[in-house]
């Protein structure tokens, strides 16, 4: 990830959308991140809605609070778990 001060920020959006991103560049003002210009990779629309959603996150946050680390289930449980639902 790259950082740039808003004071040095000289390049257009536009420029930035012809040649890329590889990786996201924060801009900051006295130090202070304000913004960030994220590359998306093969156009996910949804990843990026839902990660600047603030409803969606407080969900996020509040299922992370409701579990403790190292409780609840594996993915791969739960993948055997749905493959054993479809069969029935």
């Known amino acids: ?3 740039i001060d ?3 920020a000289t390049t257009t959006l536009s ?3 012809r040649k890329g991103l590889k990786e996201a560049l924060v801009v900051t003002r006295r130090g202070k991140p304000v913004m960030a210009l994220t590359p ?3 156009g996910d629309w949804e990843s990026v809605a839902l ?3 603030p409803k969606f996150m407080a969900i996020i946050e509040r299922s992370r609070a ?3 680390p190292g409780t609840g289930i594996s993915t791969e449980e739960m993948r ?6 479809r069969s029935k």
């Not at 055997?80 to 639902?85: M, N």
């Open 66 to 68: 409701s579990h403790k």
């Open 15 to 17: 420029q930035y959308a």
């Open 6 to 8: 808003v004071a040095d």
């Open 51 to 53: 990660a600047t959603s």
């Open 1 to 3: 990830m790259r950082t």
């Open 40 to 42: 998306i990779k093969k």
């Open 80 to 85: 055997r778990r749905l493959a054993s639902k």
